[in-house]
Structure formats: structure tokens, C-alpha cells
Antibody, heavy 118, light 110 residues
Framework: QVLLQESGPGLVKPSQTLSLTCTVS??????????WSWIRQSAERGLEWIGR???????SYSPSLKSRVSMSVDTSKNQFSLELKSLTAADTAVYYC??????????WGQGALVTVSS | QSALTQPASVSGSPGQSITISCTGS?????????VSWYQQHPGKAPKLIIY???KWPSGVSNRFSGSKSGNTASLTISGLQAEDEADYYC???????????FGGGTKLTV
């Protein structure tokens, strides 16, 4: 059973950069044909796909967040990461990491609440 | 504003069937057979219950079924049970630039 676990700060100041890491267990992040995504959820915006990463570090990002997002992978630790720059209160949300394929996400982390506030 | 449109709420009695609609466009739902549905209980992560319009992940009850016509996808839950009370979200592939666009969610009351 593949398990995903998000980790990172729960509180970040406006204008700063959010860094989150997703640790994958029960399967190798570099095997298979799955994509590894970040998704966030807030009351205001609902569920929002942020970006995805594929084996070899190939990435694609939501057009609405592309200018502020970057994702990376560390296969030696079976982890992938998210960086979101220039935070505002609108970025306050629960951030999920997830495994998926075209248009679906079959394994999710438990979620990490991130609050943007001074 | 969510890319896909779902009703805010639906309700049904135990044993009944309900259907939740998910309306997109010719760029997402209408263009690809990659629609998925998720069940989310309070405080929990979403759980995949349908993918590729009408396929079940391992371990998901066949009381959940999916379909699609044109730009609208639908989730039907038959034989409603109390534990089905949750929020339900649809999601569609929308091309290589937008891996997944979600609906705004539907609260099911049983």
C-alpha cells in the first residue's frame, strides 16, 4: 500500500516562500508510470491542482500558479517537494500531495494545513 | 470559481439512489474520458471512488457508478447508506497543461 505524508511549516508570513515535502512509502517514486502532484483545498477556492512531477523530474504547473511554483524530486529519499513563492493570505489552505495518472489521483496524503499570516 | 460545475447539495433517504452532475466544457469533460470522482469526509483527504468516467479502484463499492454525456459527467450512488454522507468532487483531465480541474463539490445528506 502506497502511503504519502506531507511535512512542512504550518504558519508562513506573507511574501515568504512555502516549502513542503511529501515522503512516499510502500513504493518507489521513480518506478511505474505515475505522476506525483500537489493539490490544495480551501473554503474559498475548493480543490485546486497545483502541479505535477514525473519520473526524471519533468514538471508541469497550473497556469494560474506557474509564475510562483516549483517542484522537485529526491529519489534517494523517495520524496518530492513543493515551493510556492510570494505568499498571500489567499494561499492559506490544506496542501495535499497525491499520486495519480491522467485526470485522477488514487493515493493522497493526509494533508498539511498552511496558514499565511504575519 | 471552480472550472467544473456541481450542485451544492443533494439529499436522499437510506436505500434510495441519487445522482450528482458535473458540467464542464469541450476542453475538459467533453474532450477526454478521464473524469474521476472523490468522496471526502470531514477532516479527511479525498478518496478516489471512480476514475476514467466509470471505472472502480480496488476496494470501492459498485454502489458507486459513473457516466458521461457530452460535457456533463454524473455520479450515481445506489442503495444509499448513512456512511455515504460526505462531500463529493468531480475532476477532469484538461490537457497536458492542466492535469486536473475540479468541481466545487456537492454535499450529500443521507
Amino acid at each position: 500500500q502506497v502511503l504519502l505524508q506531507e511535512s512542512g511549516p504550518g504558519l508562513v508570513k506573507p511574501s515568504q516562500t512555502l516549502s513542503l515535502t511529501c515522503t512516499v512509502s510502500g513504493g518507489s517514486i521513480s518506478s511505474g508510470s505515475f505522476y506525483w502532484s500537489w493539490i490544495r483545498q480551501s473554503a474559498e477556492r475548493g480543490l485546486e491542482w497545483i502541479g505535477r512531477l514525473y519520473t526524471g523530474g519533468i514538471t508541469s504547473y497550473s497556469p494560474s500558479l506557474k509564475s510562483r511554483v516549483s517542484m522537485s524530486v529526491d529519489t534517494s529519499k523517495n520524496q518530492f517537494s513543493l515551493e510556492l513563492k510570494s505568499l498571500t493570505a489567499a494561499d492559506t489552505a490544506v496542501y495535499y500531495c497525491a499520486r495519480g495518472d491522467w485526470g485522477y489521483f488514487d493515493h493522497w496524503g493526509q494533508g498539511a494545513l498552511v496558514t499565511v499570516s504575519s | 470559481q471552480s472550472a467544473l460545475t456541481q450542485p451544492a447539495s443533494v439529499s436522499g433517504s437510506p436505500g434510495q439512489s441519487i445522482t450528482i452532475s458535473c458540467t464542464g466544457s469541450s476542453s475538459d469533460v467533453g474532450a477526454y474520458n478521464h473524469v474521476s470522482w472523490y468522496q471526502q469526509h470531514p477532516g479527511k483527504a479525498p478518496k478516489l471512488i471512480i476514475y476514467d468516467v466509470n471505472k472502480w479502484p480496488s476496494g470501492v463499492s459498485n454502489r458507486f457508478s459513473g457516466s458521461k454525456s457530452g460535457n456533463t459527467a454524473s455520479l450515481t450512488i445506489s442503495g444509499l447508506q448513512a456512511e455515504d454522507e460526505a462531500d463529493y468532487y468531480c475532476c477532469s483531465y484538461a490537457g497536458s497543461r492542466v492535469f486536473g480541474v475540479f468541481g466545487g463539490g456537492t454535499k450529500l445528506t443521507v
